[in-house]
């Protein structure tokens, strides 16, 4: 398995910091995904655009576009 990702122009390698807790890396994840969500509802809202339920409850459905 690549222990690296590759971003941009930034490699990160994932075994420094989960190693050996692949669990910890998925919740780290998890958690990371929500906190860029948070920011955009929340940018959403400090423009005038605040999101209403069905678009709010929506950004969690990583199945439907």
């Given at each position: 398995?690549?222990?690296?990702?590759?971003?941009?122009?930034?490699?990160?390698?994932?075994?420094?910091?989960?190693?050996?807790?692949?669990?910890?890396?998925?919740?780290?994840?998890?958690?990371?995904?929500?906190?860029?969500?948070?920011?955009i509802?929340?940018?959403?809202?400090?423009?005038?655009f605040?999101?209403?339920?069905k678009?709010?409850?929506?950004?969690?459905?990583?199945?439907?576009?």
């Amino acid at each position: 398995m690549n222990n690296y990702w590759k971003l941009g122009t930034f490699t990160i390698e994932l075994t420094c910091f989960f190693k050996p807790h692949p669990v910890a890396f998925l919740g780290y994840l998890i958690s990371h995904e929500s906190h860029h969500r948070g920011q955009i509802a929340l940018l959403a809202k400090q423009l005038g655009f605040p999101l209403n339920k069905k678009t709010a409850f929506g950004v969690w459905e990583w199945g439907v576009r």
